[in-house]
């Protein structure tokens, strides 16, 4: 079994309440790796990654995190490791994915979010960074942010799928369209279902690429689910939903890591969503002879110390 290499990126600069950044280290003093390991998963906790305390602005902050970012993943998957990033806002996506990209072949990508978060700096309302990492991704936006990991786009458009959109506006949807990129908005997974609609996009993500990664915007889920999140949007997935679609996952070879963003300790209620995101993990890498424990027996023992 691979092991699990969990890397706190602690970004805050690529949003307006910067209070994601000390996810991280919450997750960690809750106990998160103490229960990963006893739910059977192989996890330790690598590093955590900041911004430099001397930084012009928000952009040369997230561009200097995204850089030492992209490396910890890069490593991570060169060893053989999976990897679990702890967010931060999401604008950490930028380093995340920069650094798996640049090792074995092309890569596909799962982005299940609220947002789209592929602005250019030239459509954002609101400038903020975590509403850009896709695009960034794709090769579009800030120079200093679209050259780390190497020049160039990261992922090619037919490889990438976006899950649950509800909250957007029209320019990133319209670069998406132009690029090619599928989006199942959240009226489809209601409509058809989060299990066909995963389908579709797993299908998608191991067409013709070497390996795939999952991003999880916390904000995806229902608020009532996950609500200590900077950008809620009601009407999102159930997490119980996702929780057993993820599980699909486990063991496959080609799945590369998880990227789980914009976790604000100071929004939770109780443990919901820390708890949560033990379950997110425990679903992508406890190994099945594990599963027999309930989730929602394990969300509420996590990180209640
Ligand atoms: N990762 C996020 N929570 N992104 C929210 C982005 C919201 C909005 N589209 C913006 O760009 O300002
Ligand atoms: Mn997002």
């Given at each position: ?62 561009q200097a995190l995204s850089m030492t970012l992209s490396q910890a993943t890069g490593n991570a998957v060169a060893k053989g490791e999976s ?47 975590h509403g850009m990492p896709l695009a960034c991704l794709l090769g579009l936006g800030d120079p200093r942010l679209t050259a780390i990991g ?156």
């Amino acid at each position: 079994m691979k092991s699990v290499s969990i890397i706190g990126a602690a970004s805050g600069w690529g949003a307006k309440d910067r209070r994601c950044e000390a996810g991280p280290e919450s997750l960690r003093q809750q106990g998160l790796v103490p229960h990963l390991r006893q739910q059977g998963v192989p996890a330790s906790w690598e590093l955590t990654v900041r911004p430099p305390a001397n930084h012009e602005n928000a952009l040369t902050a997230v561009q200097a995190l995204s850089m030492t970012l992209s490396q910890a993943t890069g490593n991570a998957v060169a060893k053989g490791e999976s990897f679990a990033v702890l967010g931060g806002d999401h604008s950490c996506a930028i380093g995340t994915w920069s650094g798996v990209s640049q090792v074995g072949g092309p890569l596909g990508l799962i982005w299940i979010d609220a947002h789209m978060d592929c602005h250019l700096p030239e459509t954002s309302p609101s400038g903020a960074l975590h509403g850009m990492p896709l695009a960034c991704l794709l090769g579009l936006g800030d120079p200093r942010l679209t050259a780390i990991g190497g020049q160039g786009p990261k992922f090619l458009p037919e490889h990438v799928v976006l899950i649950g959109i509800r909250s957007f506006e029209p320019e990133e949807y319209l670069l998406l369209q132009q690029l090619g990129v599928k989006v199942f908005f959240m009226d489809e997974v209601r409509r058809r279902g989060l299990k066909k609609v995963f389908q579709d996009a797993l299908e998608r993500v191991r067409n013709r690429t070497a390996g795939f990664g999952v991003s999880i915007d916390l904000d995806a889920i229902d608020p009532h689910e996950a609500p200590a999140v900077g950008t809620p949007v009601l009407g999102g997935i159930p997490k119980g939903e996702l929780i057993a679609l993820l599980r699909q996952i486990q063991g496959e070879p080609r799945f590369r890591g998880v990227e789980i963003a914009e976790y604000n300790p100071f929004l939770d209620k109780g443990y919901l969503t820390a708890g949560l995101i033990g379950e997110l993990l425990c679903s992508l890498f406890t190994p099945q002879r594990f599963a027999h424990e309930p989730y929602h027996r394990i969300g509420k023992s996590v990180l209640s110390a």
